[in-house]
């Protein structure tokens, strides 16, 4: 070795044992040593020391032997000990050096040993081997020895560790293989393993498709300690065979090969439009049909069970062929001694295409019987020298004639088609003496109407209001009430905002503050109205008040309510033609009845409710996720004359227009279990599409006339992902146990019914609501939502393993589970410590940026039970029913304050200036653009007045103070002045 001093220990060895024998011989004598060899071997006295142990383990592969070192300081020389006995020194290898950094002497020893030395060998523990370091001998005469031989102590040998020495090996056959297995899509498998056995202990890998699956890169897969693959959710790409495989330092296995075969179950597609009747007269049918494409149906997966064809009855008008009436009498006879008479083609006349009469509809013959030939014989000898232009006038007039009666005839069927259109988009006016025929609604055409035609409609004066919005009605009534002045919200400033961003009080410090959850609800899906039934009328006559009628009532209750309906979940009400407005309180749920709905002199009554059990809720896509309540109107006999306008709070984030929205009702019996179908596809509306969804930024409005069950889900569209608003809510006993403390986190969806549901939870078990509310957006693509508790204060700890939980994606996007939450357990270490705080972080993997805190402070020492005003911060006024009969369902009723802003007066000067189309467009297209309702404006077009409607939405949807002033100076805008005029002539100019 370089820059060391190295020699052979033999003769050091021989020179020290010489001189131990001669100091022995001396000793026996009483010689006194008088040797000057002190300081010749200056460690004599110190105990060796090893620098370097044998392994533990040593492993023989095959016939590679091993080789076994050690390394001492203050040895003299180092042996090896392998099984219980001292291995001869021809089979050592040692050497030594001067060590530069301590000068002191360092043996080095090694040993070989081969694979017939471990098989000869039988014990029981297996084949080990040890270092003995001999400690260097003192020379006679010297003051150690004399030290060493006065204390009676000699250097004693040092044995090291034991380094055990096995042969390596690995069986051929898997104790366990793969088998092959088949799993659904999106569903977690297990495929089975144990490896061959083998010393040492062989490691499992696994192979798809030959290829060497790496588990820190893929993260859908997982290898347990025992060497089973584990697929958290089964994916097609995942399909495929897959082998288990083991090595060690012997060798390297791979089992058989199993397939893993990924199935998808075939779901249908959605219904397509009804074909049309396939009967040009009377009765028929129209079809529609559906695929089981929605998926279809994958590598042995289950097929779509029901019917692929539905089929409805239809009636077509059968066209009537116009026939002549009688003959007219004969008129007075003429100079030309001609007389004439007339009929006309309306016995009956052409309908719905028919053929018009045919033949002339003007007969001539000659009057005189033939007496006055003579005299025209005269008159023609009398002019005999112009014979020629007297038949030119006769023929000339006689053309004249017939084009005069083509022409009246063209007049007439012109104007029979352009009626016939005109009732059909526009409703028509009717008097009293029309036939039964003609009082029929209109039909529908298939055919998208003509939104540029410039016909205006005729507007019927009548002294009778029946109920029309477009009927004059007299101006001695008042067509507006007074309004209060409008000032401008805080509330206002949010309307623009991406997320609901609310105004929130500061945190409180502990669990005694309380504090209103509802402060946090943004305006547009406002319910903190103390009333939830508003009623209006234009006159102070009996129609415009609601009785609750206790029988009636008592009625509806036992044979057409929903019986999995939660009474804190029903508003009820009797409405009557002057309409109204039912909301359920704390929900942000209402149903706006337009005036006109009901039936003059009817008084119906009408339920809104929610359902929040599940089993209710709409079976969707894997890829769906339910963005609102489950919400029905009913009963479900209700007869409508026109649209109600149904506005409930939805969770879509609308920053990006990356949602595919639609629409699912119910028409099962609530009975039975709803039967759910996709009603709407936003932006794939067609003329036949039964109703309109209006989607603004918070809220919801869909326009119907049926009632119903419904909901609203949502996916991403293609190349998009969709964001929906969670809301985190923490709740905690208000008297928890000296030891242990839980706090549960909801996580919910952003709208006021998911979160009042778990406040009437939470407050049935006493508990108190920790922090204010909180959203946080959540994203599609599969990342899961991690909560995690931090900055725990002293004397508390968390008593689960890890800080930490996790919760799958699916089982939020799907919206299907009811009070989704996570708890934490909390255990009081240090009773002196009565203070909590903590920090609770949720954040939703792959996207930090989107990270939440809920601060949680608690003063255990303060004892309290939760506020009241805490839980139901709001406390109306109910009056219930004018009977006292206890069962009667409590209706919130405040009928000084009015719900429409329009009166019936208004809407029909507005419907009279804005429904006529014009050339400049500045009608009630313009109005739907600029109130933002034109995503389908065929809709309104279909309708008898689209003005009419429009209005009616915009009721809904505005309820703001301002919403009246807006509407005015739209119409400015429009260049509609005269529309304008209407509403300042009953408010003022001031507008």
């Not at 020179?15 to 000793?27: E, R």
């Not at 007066?905 to 507005?910: A, C, T, V």
């Not at 065929?938 to 009721?955: C, G, H, Q, R």
Request: charged share 20%; with cysteine; glycine share 6%.
């Amino acid at each position: 070795m370089k820059g060391y001093y190295k020699h052979s220990c033999a003769p050091v060895i021989i020179f020290a044992t010489t001189l131990y024998y001669i100091q022995g011989v001396v000793s026996t004598a009483n010689t006194t040593p008088s040797s000057n060899l002190d300081g010749l071997l200056p460690h004599a006295n110190k105990m060796p020391r090893f620098h370097t142990n044998p392994k533990e383990k040593y492993y023989i592969v095959k016939n590679k032997p091993v080789t076994i070192m050690c390394e001492a300081e203050n040895a003299a020389h180092v042996t090896f000990k392998c099984a219980g006995r001292s291995m001869p020194g021809n089979r050592l290898k040692t050497e030594d050096y001067i060590s530069p950094e301590t000068g002191q002497k360092i043996v080095i020893s090694s040993i070989v040993i081969r694979r017939s030395d471990v098989e000869a060998y039988f014990g029981m523990e297996g084949y080990w081997c040890e270092c003995v370091a001999h400690p260097e001998i003192p020379l006679p005469g010297s003051r150690s020895n004399s030290r060493s031989m006065s204390s009676s102590h000699v250097p004693s040998a040092v044995t090291s560790s034991r380094g055990f020495v096995d042969i390596a090996y690995l069986r051929k056959d898997f104790v366990q293989e793969p088998i092959s297995t088949s799993t659904e899509m999106e569903s977690a498998v297990q495929l089975h393993c144990q490896p061959p056995l083998g010393n040492p202990t062989p490691q499992v890998f696994w192979l798809k498709n030959g290829k060497k699956i790496n588990i820190k890169y893929e993260s859908n897969f997982l290898i347990t300690s025992e060497g089973n693959l584990i697929v958290h959710q089964a994916r097609l790409s995942d399909q495929g065979n897959y082998s288990c495989g083991a090595f060690n330092l012997a060798s390297k296995r791979t089992s058989t090969s199993a397939m893993l075969t990924v199935y998808v179950n075939g779901d249908w597609s959605t219904w397509s439009q009804w074909t049309t009747c396939n009967s040009r007269c009377g009765t028929g049918h129209q079809r529609r049909l559906r695929t089981c494409t929605n998926p279809t149906a994958l590598n042995g997966g289950r097929q779509c069970s029901g019917e692929t064809t539905q089929k409805l009855p239809c009636t077509t008008v059968c066209p009537v062929k116009g026939q002549w009436s009688t003959w007219s009498s004969w008129s007075t006879c003429g100079q030309d001694c001609e007389h004439l008479r007339r009929r006309k083609c309306n016995n009956p006349a052409p309908q719905n295409g028919g053929e018009f009469c045919k033949g002339l509809d003007v007969d001539n013959s000659n009057c005189t019987r033939g007496l006055c030939r003579d005299g025209l014989h005269a008159l023609a000898s009398i002019d005999d020298s112009e014979p020629s232009q007297t038949a030119l006038i006769y023929a000339g007039i006689g053309i004249a004639v017939l084009v005069i009666i083509v022409i009246i005839i063209i007049i007439i069927v012109v104007t029979i088609k352009r009626r016939s259109k005109r009732r059909h988009i526009y409703g028509g006016d009717h008097s009293e003496t029309d036939s039964e025929d003609d009082k029929k609604p209109p039909q529908i055409s298939s055919v998208p109407p003509d939104l540029t035609r410039t016909i205006s409609p005729s507007y019927k004066v009548s002294k009778n209001n029946n109920g029309s919005s477009c009927h004059y009605v007299p101006e001695k009534t008042p067509m507006l009430p007074p309004l209060p002045n409008y000032t401008k919200t805080t509330e206002d400033l949010h309307q623009n905002n991406t997320y609901h961003v609310y105004e929130c009080k500061d945190i409180p410090t502990n669990s005694n503050s309380t504090y209103n959850v509802y402060e946090q609800i943004p305006h547009d899906c406002d319910c903190e109205n103390k009333d939830s039934l508003k009623s209006f009328g234009t006159s102070s006559q009996a129609d415009s008040v609601y009785e609750s009628g206790t029988s009636d009532r008592h009625s509806l209750r036992s044979s057409q309510l929903p019986n999995n309906v939660d009474t804190e979940c029903l508003a009820i009400a009797n409405m009557t033609h002057t309409g109204g407005q039912i909301t359920l309180p704390y929900s942000g749920v209402s149903l706006t009845v337009p005036e006109g709905a009901i039936a003059k002199g009817k008084q119906v009554e009408i339920f809104v409710a929610i359902y929040r059990d599940g089993k209710d809720r709409p079976k969707i896509t894997d890829k769906q996720t339910l963005i609102s309540p489950v919400i029905v109107v009913g009963p479900q006999d209700l007869q409508l004359s026109k649209e109600v306008i149904l506005s409930f709070c939805h969770c879509a984030s609308m920053k990006t227009a990356a949602w595919k929205v639609s629409v699912y009702s119910s028409d099962t019996p609530y009975q039975e279990t709803p039967h759910w179908q996709k009603t709407v596809i936003l932006g794939h509306e067609t003329i036949n599409t039964p109703m309109y969804c209006q989607l603004d930024m918070h809220k919801c409005h869909v326009m119907m006339q049926q009632a119903s069950r419904m909901a609203l889900a949502g996916e991403s569209l293609t190349g998009g992902s969709a964001v929906k608003i969670l809301r985190l809510a923490a709740f905690a006993p208000s008297s928890p146990t000296a030891i242990d403390f839980s706090i549960r986190v909801y996580i919910l969806e952003d709208t006021q019914d998911a979160l009042q549901g778990v406040i009437q939870l939470e407050s049935k078990l006493g508990t108190m609501l920790l922090d204010k509310p909180k959203q946080i957006p959540f994203q599609d693509g599969g990342n899961s939502l991690c909560l995690t508790i931090e900055d725990l204060s002293p004397g508390w700890r968390s008593k689960l393993t890890a800080n930490y939980q996790e919760i799958p994606f699916h089982h939020i996007w799907s919206g299907n589970q009811n009070h989704l939450h996570c708890s934490f357990a909390i255990e009081h270490i240090d009773r002196a410590m009565s203070m909590l705080n903590c920090k609770i972080g949720v954040y939703q993997k792959a996207i930090l940026s989107n990270r939440q805190v809920l601060q949680i402070k608690c003063n255990l020492s303060k004892k309290s039970s939760p506020s009241p005003n805490q839980m139901s911060p709001y406390q109306s006024t109910a009056i219930s029913s004018r009977s006292n009969n206890s069962s009667s369902s409590v209706v919130l009723l405040d009928p000084s304050q009015k719900v429409f802003r329009l009166s019936s007066q208004i809407k029909h000067s507005l419907c009279k200036y804005l429904d006529p189309p014009n050339a400049t467009g500045n009608d009630w297209r313009m109005l739907c653009k600029s109130l933002n309702m034109d995503r389908y404006m065929n809709y309104f077009a279909t309708k008898p007045s689209p003005t009419e409607s429009i209005l009616d939405l915009w009721e809904a949807r505005h309820r703001d103070n301002g919403s009246l002033t807006e509407l005015t100076n739209i119409l400015r805008t429009m260049g509609r002045n005269d529309a304008a005029k209407v509403i300042e002539n009953v408010i003022g100019p001031w507008l």
